[in-house]
């Protein structure tokens, strides 16, 4: 939804590859930055 896709089109994510692909995406995105948080004590 925002950088780099952004400026490749400014309608984002979703116009680069379709809806379904687009969500795809922004699911593994989240799953991999829940992933790598860094839990402080």
Known sequence: ???PF???DTRGII???GN?????????????????RVEVM
């Open 15 to 17: 116009h680069l590859f």
């Open 20 to 36: 379904e692909k687009a969500l795809q995406i922004v699911d593994i995105v989240n799953e991999i930055n829940r992933n790598c």
């Open 6 to 8: 952004k400026d490749i």
């Open 1 to 3: 939804m925002e950088y």
